[in-house]
């Protein structure tokens, strides 16, 4: 080979060596040189309630990554901030979080107020969230966050459009108890179950009371000849109105309920009833062993954590998380992850019904599917197996 041959094979050898670490660098995936890449939530863990199945089945499912090795060698430093259903003290929370841990996002929390204090805050920041459990009205209002659930409100609409459209009830009635800012969204579940359906409520009251007698309420269910009723009662309004009808025999109305009515303890307190109790859940029904399951029951087996619905949305906020944080070609960082989840792909996971997706909208509500279970003999049963997956809007 002569010389001028030698130089064009070096060169091409050096255009080809380019060209691979080229490449390389392209599909090099996330990188972490500044050190484990911080995530974190702020939760409602102690207080009037305890959601810290959520963050605590998000802390469970990293450890697990970062024994496997991380994301691409990466590990996850995840910090759980209890707000303990306190506005300064979540307020608190979220600026430690942002400013002192330096959080790229947030994830798999579940907090009372968290989204109607903070959203603002994760606005301005930067800091997106991935709640494990949207509760309040303002964590599906909101441009920063964006729930794994389906949520009170959307499950309004998928309970009504149960009753409507698959079993044919016609008189359908519902009674709600108006907490904070709730009013609106409620009654927005409503209205989109009326756009979906061309529909109209027999009934709709918006007096329930948080604690107290429901006799009159029942009683005025009965007389409006209501066939199915929903409430979004938790769990001791729950087993209170079933009770409160089944002492007036009240016969002939199917009594609908939204996720918090699937609970064990529900089941139990009216194992002796006659009623048809229906409640709708938010992922894969916890308490059936299913392959749909099986990556949420691994975890929590292995980490000693109560199987429970809210650990379902730990896990798979968890889960969107890693696979978002996967799909970052380079330094992971607030912006990088941000980026990420506003151009994200619809993400599928056989433990919720809808793909999940961020994107760039002024509020997110992306799980539109549930499970209808009914209590039978003290215990839920899949009523359908499967999802019941709400249209979408026009």
């Not at 179950?193 to 009934?203: D, P, R």
């Not at 009833?273 to 929590?300: F, K, L, R």
């Not at 909208?361 to 799980?367: F, I, N, V």
Request: charged share 20%; with cysteine; hydrophobic share 40%.
């Amino acid at each position: 080979m002569n010389k001028f041959m030698k130089i064009l094979a070096l060169g091409g050898m050096a255009s080809l060596a380019s060209m691979a670490f080229s490449g390389s660098a392209l599909a090099a995936g996330p990188t972490c040189e500044d050190g484990p890449i911080q995530l974190g939530s702020v939760s409602t863990v102690t207080g009037v309630v305890d959601f810290s199945d959520a963050p605590n089945a998000a802390e469970a499912y990293f450890a697990q990554l970062n024994e496997a090795g991380g994301i691409n060698g990466c590990q996850v430093e995840y910090t759980l901030a209890d707000d303990r259903g306190d506005p300064q003290v979540a307020a608190q929370a979220a600026r430690d979080l942002i400013d002192n841990k330096q959080v790229v996002a947030l994830a798999g929390g579940a907090s009372l107020l968290d989204c109607a204090v903070n959203a603002g805050t994760y606005n301005r920041t930067g800091v997106l969230n991935v709640s494990g459990l949207g509760v309040d009205a303002a964590c599906f209002n909101s441009p920063s966050v964006a729930p794994v659930n389906v949520g009170p409100f959307t499950l309004t609409t998928a309970m009504l459009y149960y009753a409507s459209e698959v079993v044919g009830r016609e008189k359908i009635c519902t009674f709600f108890y108006i907490i904070g800012g709730t009013q609106e969204a409620y009654t927005k579940g409503v209205t989109d179950w009326e756009k979906l359906t061309g529909k109209k409520l027999h009934l709709m009251d918006l007096t329930l009371p948080v604690q107290g007698d429901l006799t009159p309420y029942v009683i005025r269910a009965r007389e409006a000849g209501c066939e199915a009723l929903l409430t979004n009662q938790v769990e001791p309004g729950i087993v209170q109105w079933v009770n409160t009808a089944e002492a007036q025999g009240v016969e002939g109305i199917d009594w609908l309920f939204l996720a918090p009515g699937y609970a064990d303890a529900v089941a139990n307190a009216l194992a002796d009833t006659n009623q048809p109790v229906y409640v709708g859940t938010e992922w894969e029904p916890y308490t059936v062993e299913s392959e749909a399951n099986q990556g949420w029951i691994d975890v929590m087996t292995k980490a000693d954590l109560p199987r429970t619905a809210f650990s379902q949305g730990g896990y798979l906020a968890a889960q969107v998380m890693t696979d978002v944080i996967k799909s970052i070609d380079g330094p992971v960082t607030r912006e990088s992850v941000k980026q990420a989840l506003e151009n994200m792909e619809p993400l599928s996971y056989p433990i919720a019904g809808t793909p999940y997706i961020f994107g760039k909208a002024e509020r997110h509500s992306p799980m539109r599917a549930t499970k209808i279970m009914a209590l039978k003999d003290g215990e839920w049963k899949v009523l359908l197996d499967e999802w019941l997956t709400l249209p979408e809007l026009d």
